[in-house]
Structures are given as structure tokens and as C-alpha cells.
């Protein structure tokens, strides 16, 4: 997709920090983390958001959860991580690439919004 980041990162057009990559799925270091263990997990097929997520079929969503868990076992954190995606304007979604943002190696607040 013309003119997205997360695209642009995914053809090498912009440098990245990736920590995993199979057929469907490309990860990397998030440039602002927010705890010390902070990694951005995407579809390589473009879809805006989890609002648009039927344009990915089963094996390319799937791929999407099945990293998060292989990234969450090589990064070490095993005594916990949240995942989160924003979805549009109301939860601040920055970069209209879905995305799952992995965030670990810290205790978590309570609250999530
Ligand atoms: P969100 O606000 O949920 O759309 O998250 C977008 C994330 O993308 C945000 O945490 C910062 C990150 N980000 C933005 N631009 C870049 C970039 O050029 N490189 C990397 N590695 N991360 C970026």
C-alpha cells in the first residue's frame, strides 16, 4: 500500500529492527518503546485495522497470534506481556497498518485504557 509506513518498513524502504519474520507476519522494535520490551507484530497483506481484519484470511490472522506467542518465548517473557491493538481514532491509532503492539519486561498497570 502506497504511502503507509508499516509498508514501507515491510519492502526495507524505511529501517527497522526486526526481531521475527515468516510468510505472513513481519516483527519489530517499536521506535518510542513504552517498557522495556516493546515490539510491534503485523500482517505482511495490508488491512487498516482489526476493523478491516476480514480482509486477511484465517492462516494470515492466525500467523499474526502464533508470532506473538514464538516472540514472546525468544524475547524471555515468561513472567508475562500484554498485547494490544489499537483501532481507530477513539483508542489513538497512529499508523493505519493493523498492528499488535507486544509489551513486557515490566509489571503492567491495572487499568488498560
Ligand atoms: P499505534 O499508536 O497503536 O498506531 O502505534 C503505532 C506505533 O508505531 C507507535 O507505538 C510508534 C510506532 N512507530 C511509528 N513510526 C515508527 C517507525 O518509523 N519505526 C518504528 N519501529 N516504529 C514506529
Redesign the pocket.
Known amino acids: 500500500m502506497e504511502n503507509c ?1 508499516f509498508c514501507k ?1 515491510l519492502a526495507g524502504e ?1 529501517p ?2 526486526k526481531v521475527y519474520e515468516d510468510e505472513f507476519v513481519y516483527a ?5 518503546p513504552q517498557a522495556p520490551t516493546h515490539i ?1 507484530v503485523i500482517p505482511k497483506k495490508h488491512v487498516a485495522s482489526m476493523a478491516e481484519v476480514d480482509g486477511l484470511n484465517d492462516l494470515e490472522l492466525a500467523s499474526c497470534l502464533r508470532a506473538i506467542r514464538l516472540i514472546a518465548k525468544q524475547e524471555k517473557l515468561d513472567s508475562g506481556f500484554r498485547v494490544v491493538s ?1 483501532c481507530g481514532p477513539d483508542a ?4 493505519p497498518h493493523l ?1 499488535f ?1 507486544i509489551l513486557g519486561g515490566r509489571s503492567m498497570e491495572e487499568t488498560m485504557a
Request: some cysteine; glycine content about 0%.
Open positions: 509506513l518498513i524505511i527497522s529492527s519489530f522494535r517499536d521506535i518510542h510491534l489499537n489513538c491509532q497512529s499508523v498492528h503492539h
